[in-house]
């Protein structure tokens, strides 16, 4: 398994603002993702982050709106840019289990609120 | 497109209680997972399940692959209140090679005392 740490856990924004989530593995990852999730609904796929490379976005999310970075094996970060009350959601990062299963680990969320 | 339709999607039940929740698809998939999602926290991986037809249980919890490798079921006996929570199936996104996972709709369970 891994153990991720996500911060912030929450936050509550103004509109027009952007917000950075970062996103620590305890161990070495190729893949890293990014969801969004509404409360007690399921998960969304925002995009999949590679060490190295641009990040590849699912339909309906663009770099724009939410750029990514993966510097290293171990970190993420996923900004919200330009908030709307429509961004307010969960938001999760992820990682496939070592040697490369399909088994997902999550880190806790960061519950945004914007206003 | 791969989709796995998960119902019901809201369940409310009374302490002792059994209950089924079911995952189903129209496509084949290599394997099934189900995680538990508590407020706050994110989906933890309960079961992985692989060959068709599979039947694993964990405690009081047990879950079914089926045979044709397209649908999934969990069954809970004797609910408890440490149950509630939002139970999420997934699959492995076969379209591509990096390890997406579909995920269900979610069942969001809430024993009663």
């Known amino acids: 398994s891994a153990v991720i740490s996500q911060k912030p856990s929450r936050d509550i924004c103004q509109r027009g603002t952007s917000l950075t989530i970062q996103c620590q593995v305890d161990?070495?990852?190729?893949?890293m993702f990014w969801y969004r999730q509404q409360p007690g609904q399921s998960l969304t796929l925002i995009a999949t982050?590679?060490?190295?490379?641009?990040?590849?976005?699912e339909s309906g999310f663009v770099i724009d709106k939410f750029p990514i970075s993966r510097p290293n094996l171990t970190f993420s970060t996923l900004t919200v840019s330009n908030m709307s009350p429509e961004d307010s959601s969960i938001y999760l990062c992820?990682?496939?289990?070592?040697?490369?299963?399909?088994?997902?680990?999550f880190g806790q969320g960061t519950r945004l609120t914007v206003v | 497109t791969q989709l796995l339709e998960q119902s019901p999607q809201f369940l409310s039940i009374q302490e002792g209680e059994n209950l089924t929740v079911y995952c189903n698809s129209s496509?084949?998939?290599?394997?099934l997972q189900w995680y538990r999602q508590e407020p706050g926290e994110g989906p933890v991986l309960l079961v992985t399940?692989?060959?068709?037809?599979e039947v694993k249980k964990l405690k009081r919890l047990t879950f079914q692959f089926g045979d044709a490798r397209k649908d999934s079921s969990l069954h809970i006996t004797a609910a408890q209140p440490g149950d509630t929570g939002l139970y999420l199936c997934?699959?492995?996104?076969?379209?591509?090679?990096?390890?997406?996972?579909?995920f269900g709709q979610g069942t969001t369970l809430q024993v009663k005392p």
């Open positions: 982050a590679n060490q190295g490379s641009e990040a590849t976005y």
């Open positions: 161990s070495q990852v190729t893949m």
């Open positions: 399940v692989v060959t068709g037809g």
């Open positions: 992820s990682v496939e289990g070592h040697f490369r299963t399909t088994e997902a680990f």
């Open positions: 997934a699959g492995e996104d076969g379209s591509s090679n990096t390890g997406k996972l579909i």
């Open positions: 496509s084949v998939f290599s394997s």
